[in-house]
């Protein structure tokens, strides 16, 4: 009786562990976003600045351009013909369908918002994520008297130059050498028995 209560239980618990498994395979989900770019790759566009555009290339039609402020200050005021993605909304499943329309179209897309810095986690998502077509308006925005004034940003230098700081701190496939350890051959003394002395006898 006990024996079979035992194969009862066992045969319970593989069936759970199956359906377990089971639901597992069915639930699992690919995740939405697949980042194309690693941090490497997107430090080395930084050092080259191909990624910024300047106030004259706002001209060009062709062009798409990306409000990432928020709406209240999108509503204010905003570059003509500019389409509204806040910051926080740019991986939304309707706005990444749309940045692939403009990628499989050829279409450039430039991002602004107050100054670079502000649109610049915007720009740094999509580029990590494969649109190369995306870009950075290298211009600070302004509110006056009602009207909003695109000037032009200065950039900082950096202090260091953070590709080759990467570069050296990644890890360097270094070759795994076995020492030989030469045994020292034990010196072996020769020990000295000492010769029992024979018992003296009487007379």
């Known amino acids: 009786m006990k024996e079979l209560e035992k194969t009862k239980r066992i045969s319970i618990s593989t069936v759970l562990f199956i359906l377990i498994i089971v ?6 989900r690919k995740p939405t976003n697949v980042y194309g770019k690693t941090q490497l790759e997107t430090l080395e566009i930084l050092k080259t600045k191909d990624y910024l555009v300047a106030i004259p290339e706002l001209k060009n039609t062709d062009n798409v351009l990306i409000d990432v402020r ?20 740019i991986l939304d499943a309707k706005n990444i369908e749309l940045f692939k329309k403009f990628r499989e179209n050829n279409i450039p897309v430039i991002i602004y918002g107050k100054d670079p810095i502000d649109a610049n986690s915007a720009w740094m998502i999509l580029y ?10 290298g211009a600070q925005t ?5 009207e909003l004034k695109v000037q032009n940003y200065e950039f900082e230098k950096p202090i260091a130059n953070y590709v080759d700081i990467f ?16 045994r020292t051959p034990k010196k ?13 006898g009487g007379c």
């Open 128 to 137: 990590e994520l494969g649109f190369d077509n995306a870009k950075l308006l």
């Open 167 to 182: 570069k050296k701190e990644a890890p360097k496939k270094t070759p795994i050498v076995k020492k030989v350890v030469k």
């Open 70 to 89: 928020s709406r209240f200050d999108f509503d204010k005021s905003h570059i003509s013909d500019a389409i509204n993605i806040p910051t926080a909304e």
């Open 23 to 28: 639901i597992g395979f069915l639930t699992f």
């Open 142 to 146: 302004a509110l006056v008297d009602n």
């Open 188 to 200: 072996v003394v020769p020990i000295k028995k000492k010769k029992k002395k024979k018992p003296e």
